[in-house]
Each structure stands twice: as structure tokens, then as C-alpha cells.
């Protein structure tokens, strides 16, 4: 049971460049979140996703887009990465039923740097 | 909107015991979770209160008063490995369980 789950670790981008980062999750939970961190700030919430197929905006959605075609995924993608988008990036799951439902379970992270 | 003040740092001696504040202004309200994160690490779950009270987990407990908007974290006989960042977050997304995070508390645990 590896939890969440995210590729890749670690990124370097260039200005305008475009990437796309997995997140995957084997708890078989209906709800995902993608979280950005900056230095010294808490997480602030990009898009999350109640279930396969459905997304929605959360709190800073501009320049991200996501998607969830299988339930285990949520993919989140960046098609013009801007400096301002230099952060950790932080992939969350949960489920609505059962003891677990108020527990976010957080991925490793991925940090990217876009120059 | 919503926001969440905690305070950015905290400084206590091993054994002693440190409580993190934690006010908030949201526009709904579900409940107030507390995750600890290590340097360089992940977010981990210490504690969910829904409702006023005080909810004990070993060596920390985690209180809420709903009527003031205001809920703490309690570590008591703090060791060296509690030093990291605590964060208050509010669940305020319903059914989609959503949750706003504060920026966070820095706790140095010094020997």
C-alpha cells in the first residue's frame, strides 16, 4: 500500500515551457486535491476533484489545469509555466465515508523551479 | 473570504509544553484539523474537532470553541523530533471536503 503517490519529484523549467505532474493514489478514495506551497506559507488549494471525471477551481486555479479520468489519478498540468509558478506542489486524497473522511492524506511533493 | 491566524513561531524546551493558537474567519465551518510537516517533508494528520471541546491523541491534544472561532494545539513533554511546522486548517468545503490551511507555526524544540 504506497499511499499517494507523485511524479516527479523534482522539475526545472524554462519559461513557457509545459509539463503535466501525476498524482496516484492506491487507498481508493473519491477525493483529490492539488495544493501549492510556497516558503514560509501554508497550502493553498489550485483544483481538487470529488470523483473520476469531475473536477473544480479551488482557491488559485489560474495558469493550472487538471484532470481525472481514472479514479487512482489526478493529473495536474501547467501549459506555460510562468517564475511565479516556482513552488512545491503537493497532492492530496480523502474519502467522504468512513473514519478517515476529516484526514487529508498528502503525496511527497514535487518540486518545481521554472527559470 | 477566509483566513486563519496562527502564530509564525514558537520556542519551547524538551519536556515542556507548547500550545499553538489558532483564530478563524470563514465563511462556512465543518470542522478544524491540525497536520504537522516536517522540513522538506509532507503533510501529516494529527487531529480533527468538529465539535467544542478537547480531543486527546497521546501526547497531543487539540481543542475548539466554535462560539469564539478559535481552537488550539496542545504538545506536552515536547521531544526533539516535535520540531516542525503545525498548521490549523479549516474544513469548509461540505461534501467535497475541502479545507483552507493557515500559513503555519514554526516550533524549534530546543534541549
Given at each position: 500500500n504506497a499511499g499517494v503517490t507523485q511524479t516527479p519529484k523534482f522539475r526545472v523549467l524554462k519559461t513557457g515551457q509545459s509539463m503535466t505532474l501525476l498524482c496516484a493514489q492506491?487507498?481508493?478514495?473519491?477525493y483529490m486535491y492539488w495544493y501549492r506551497q510556497d516558503p514560509g506559507m501554508g497550502l493553498r488549494l489550485i483544483h481538487y476533484s470529488v470523483g473520476e471525471g469531475t473536477t473544480a477551481k479551488g482557491e488559485v486555479p489560474d495558469g493550472y489545469n487538471v484532470s481525472r479520468l481514472k479514479k487512482q489519478n489526478f493529473l495536474l498540468g501547467l501549459e506555460s509555466a510562468a517564475p511565479s509558478q516556482t513552488s512545491v506542489y503537493f497532492c492530496a486524497s480523502n474519502t467522504p465515508s468512513g473514519g478517515a473522511y476529516n484526514e487529508q492524506f498528502f503525496g511527497p511533493g514535487t518540486r518545481l523551479t521554472v527559470l | 473570504g477566509q483566513s486563519l491566524e496562527q502564530p509564525s513561531e514558537v520556542t519551547a524546551v524538551e519536556g515542556a509544553i507548547v500550545q499553538i493558537n489558532c483564530t478563524y474567519q470563514t465563511s462556512g465551518f465543518y470542522g478544524l484539523s491540525w497536520y504537522q510537516q516536517h522540513d522538506g517533508g509532507a503533510p501529516t494528520f494529527l487531529s480533527y474537532n468538529a465539535l467544542d471541546g478537547l480531543e486527546e491523541t497521546g501526547r497531543f491534544s487539540s481543542f475548539l470553541s466554535r462560539s469564539d472561532s478559535y481552537g488550539y494545539l496542545l504538545l506536552q513533554e515536547l521531544q526533539m523530533k516535535d520540531s516542525a511546522s503545525y498548521f490549523c486548517a479549516v474544513r469548509d468545503g461540505g461534501n467535497a471536503g475541502k479545507s483552507t490551511f493557515g500559513d503555519g507555526t514554526t516550533l524549534t524544540v530546543k534541549p
Open positions: 492506491d487507498m481508493n478514495h473519491e | -
